[in-house]
């Protein structure tokens, strides 16, 4: 079986989990999170590289205050247990993002975060907060117009791997696979540049209850289509 490179899985339904139980949301959210520890052990142990997920758009700030705040303090605590995961599992981590809106202690875990885990590979892990794609590729392209206007860039010189350079994800392949959990077949503004030739795969299972099988149900799936087009990218 081949395992795909980078996997990249937009975390969804962990409220629907919760209402379905009679729990808060904020609950699923909780379960969310431990769930994502255990996806995260799994993809190391599986033998996947690059993991992307997608934990907060830019349009969840609309969402109720509690379950923003709920959400910022949960953050807060994966961040920090993020560091001591790293190091044990020797784990490069980033988050994708603006990043420059979050109160100032979440902004410096992100700091200690990216800054200790930097020598790490045996796996790259990234976490999307307050991404957008096309607010990615509006910091981006505005980065690119300021080194234009100095003179750093010429604009014959453009190709799609300078603008790759002035994304969040600059230096990461592109995805290979993208997961949704639970139901809803749509990109919601994540990785829209970076996602041009990857599979899809969607499932009903809700975040909470997405395990090692069905994360082996995606990879089978990207492996069955693999070999019907001889893994082959369709231009
Ligand atoms: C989508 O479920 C999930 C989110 C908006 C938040 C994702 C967060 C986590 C998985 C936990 C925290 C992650 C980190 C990095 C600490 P939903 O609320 O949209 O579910 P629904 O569609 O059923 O309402």
Request: glycine fraction near 8%; charged fraction near 30%; aromatic fraction near 10%.
């Amino acid at each position: 079986m081949v395992i795909p490179a980078h996997v990249a899985i937009i975390l969804d339904g962990n409220g629907r989990w919760a209402k379905k139980r009679g729990l808060p949301r904020s609950y699923g959210h909780i379960k969310g999170c431990a769930n994502l520890e255990t996806i995260v052990d799994d993809s190391l142990e599986i033998g996947i590289r690059y993991l992307t997920v997608y934990a907060f758009s830019t349009e969840n700030w609309k969402r109720s205050r509690d379950e923003v705040e709920g959400l910022m303090k949960l953050f807060r605590l994966y961040l920090k247990k993020c560091v001591k995961i790293c190091e044990h599992n020797k784990i490069r981590m980033r988050v994708i993002g603006d990043t420059s809106v979050f109160d100032a202690d979440i902004q410096e875990a992100i700091r200690v975060l990216e800054e200790s885990s930097k020598d790490y590979d045996a796996m790259f892990f990234q976490i999307a907060l307050n991404y957008g794609s096309r607010d990615e590729i509006v910091r981006g392209m505005r980065r690119m117009a300021e080194d234009a206007a100095n003179g750093r860039i010429r604009p014959d010189e453009i190709t799609e791997e300078t603008i790759d350079g002035y994304l969040d994800t600059a230096g990461l392949p592109d995805p290979d696979l993208l997961i949704r959990t639970s139901g809803e077949l749509r990109l919601s503004n994540f990785l829209m540049w970076q996602l041009a030739y990857s599979e899809f795969y969607f499932t009903d299972v809700p975040w909470p209850d997405f395990d090692k099988a069905e994360l082996m149900k995606a990879i089978e799936g990207y492996n069955n289509r693999e070999r019907r087009y001889g893994g082959v990218k369709e231009g």
